[in-house]
């Protein structure tokens, strides 16, 4: 038997929420296995199941994610991007960030991913990590370096797989902090911008190229982007020239992908709160394409932590749209609208982590290491539903199983 729950699919940077109704399927008694591939093998997207944590807040900050660092430096509430943050401190801003990029994440954090079972990392970096903008405040300096000890690391120690994502683009790609800075939304229809973000995707295939093990990534083109950022996460953040541009965008990457050294590097492509199927029919089937969608509840209309259950697994059995391309969740986490409570933690974790597995290719939760200190609705602030070592250290993530949550 099925019911019908609207669910909602809402951005972690604005919450703003789009609702579709789906049928839920009231029981399940397949479970879920996070299916690894070989050593040496590319990533099929098609089988690979991803359990997965992103590196979110390292290469790319946001003062959501650590408003004491960020209020150490400057006054949050005039400063709320990455890009008038390194405005504001000057020559100060590189010093600052290098030591944040050398503490925030190391190899211990891989160690303490790899005993609750993490096999795959979600890495967003600006383009500032890759390419050099005149005008662009954002930092150019070490990133690459950084990133190369964290991948390499995970990757011979653990067998983790990794996406390098472009979480930023030349000019901005949402109006959002996340997008290149709060107001700018220029990358669309601008050629300078185009042509500097596939001197970014160069520099990322370069990357792979030197490293030791090319066959563990994915490269990720865009994030959450909007040409219509008045309705970011709805139906009307993205019009028919907007989507048209992306496709093209995309379609360029994957050229270029499949003329470097590294032909069989997967794409990633986040569906801009769009679904899989709005962007499948533009791609031929054998394009080796992987799509990113986001579900949050933090937002999400009417969701109370304890009633979140059934959403998560209606929403879970409508990611896969019309299943021509492989669906990864490639951000969640445990926050819902109301009465969020620790108790509830738990099995919000272990729903999520069965249902993105079992319904489509795993995903991965934001973020490894999360210090926002935002009420929530209910027991506790944000770190206590966004931190995943913080929810290791509270028992709250254990090892997967073969129990089955939907």
Request: hydrophobic share 35%.
């Amino acid at each position: 038997s099925s019911t019908v729950i609207t669910t909602a699919i809402t951005s972690s940077s604005t919450g703003a929420s789009t609702t579709k109704a789906v049928a839920v399927t009231a029981t399940s008694t397949v479970p879920a296995a996070v299916t690894s591939q070989a050593v040496g093998e590319y990533t099929d997207w098609t089988t690979f199941i991803s359990n997965g944590v992103n590196l979110g807040n390292w290469l790319e900050i946001e003062r959501s994610n650590d408003q004491y660092f960020w209020d150490s430096y400057v006054n949050g509430t005039e400063v709320t991007d990455e890009w008038h943050f390194c405005e504001t401190l000057g020559d100060q801003c590189g010093p600052v960030l290098e030591e944040h990029y050398s503490t925030y994440i190391t190899t211990e954090t891989i160690d303490k991913l790899a005993k609750v079972g993490v096999n795959f990392l979600r890495i967003p970096t600006t383009y500032a990590a890759w390419v050099v903008v005149p005008g662009s405040q954002l930092y150019h300096g070490s990133q690459q370096t950084r990133l190369r000890t964290i991948c390499e690391y995970a990757i011979a120690t653990h067998g983790m797989r990794v996406v390098v994502g472009l979480h930023s683009l030349p000019g901005g790609v949402n109006g959002l902090d996340i997008g290149e800075a709060a107001g700018h939304d220029g990358w669309f229809y601008n050629q300078t911008n185009l042509d500097y973000s596939y001197q970014a995707i160069s520099a990322v295939l370069e990357f792979i190229e030197a490293s030791a093990n090319p066959w563990a990534y994915t490269v990720g083109v865009i994030n959450e982007a909007s040409d219509n950022p008045m309705g970011f996460a709805t139906a009307a953040g993205m019009t028919q020239n907007g989507t048209n541009y992306i496709v093209d965008y995309t379609k360029t990457v994957m050229d270029m992908i499949s003329n470097s050294t590294t032909p069989k590097v997967p794409t990633m492509l986040q569906d801009c709160f769009l679904g899989e199927e709005h962007w499948s029919p533009y791609f031929d089937v054998t394009d080796n394409l992987v799509i990113d969608t986001h579900i949050y509840y933090f937002a999400a209309a009417g969701v109370y932590s304890g009633y979140a259950v059934g959403a998560i697994c209606g929403q879970a059995s409508a990611a896969p749209g019309d299943a021509k391309f492989p669906v990864f969740i490639g951000e969640w986490s445990l926050q819902t609208l109301y009465n969020n409570t620790y108790d509830n933690r738990e099995e919000l974790f272990n729903t999520q982590r069965y249902a993105w597995s079992h319904y489509v290719q795993g995903g991965a939760f934001w973020g490894a290491v999360f210090n926002g200190t935002d009420p929530v609705d209910g027991e506790g602030t944000q770190r206590d539903y966004w931190d995943y070592t913080g929810l290791i250290d509270a028992n709250v993530i254990h090892t997967m199983t073969n129990q089955t949550y939907c």
